[in-house]
Nanobody
Framework: QVQFAESGGGLVQPGGSRRLSCAFD????????IGWFRQAPGKEREIVSC????????KYADSVKGRFTISRDNAKNTVNLQMNSLKPEDTAVYYCAAEYLGSCSDYWPGYEYWGQGTQVTVSS
């Protein structure tokens, strides 16, 4: 049984940092592309960052390049998203998702497994 456990969301001031983590159980993490998506109220779900299966590469949305860093720890079955220099427009529910043998597609329905989401609010 595949299980996700997301953590790290919360309230942070503009310019601050936050680290999101997604812990997996029930499958071999290295076989999956892991994406972080976000969805703000009234907006479509968008990809923020992704690390492809077998660590073939990473991907970032233009809006977060240079501020966010994705990393994978296969031994611990976790994927982290380090978010720095946060802005109010980063406020959203953040989801981690897994796509078998994926190469980091932007097409979110293609991801087979999803976490429950964690709220990140950037506000003073």
């Amino acid at each position: 049984q595949v299980q996700f456990a997301e953590s790290g969301g919360g309230l942070v001031q503009p310019g601050g940092s936050r680290r999101l983590s997604c812990a997996f159980d029930g499958f071999t993490l290295d076989y999956y592309a892991i994406g972080w998506f976000r969805q703000a109220p009234g907006k479509e779900r968008e990809i923020v960052s992704c690390i492809s299966s077998n660590d073939r590469g990473t991907k970032y949305a233009d809006s977060v390049k240079g501020r966010f860093t994705i990393s994978r720890d296969n031994a611990k079955n976790t994927v982290n998203l380090q978010m720095n220099s946060l802005k109010p427009e980063d406020t959203a529910v953040y989801y981690c998702a897994a796509e078998y043998l994926g190469s980091c597609s932007d097409y979110w329905p293609g991801y087979e497994y999803w976490g429950q989401g964690t709220q990140v609010t950037v506000s003073s």
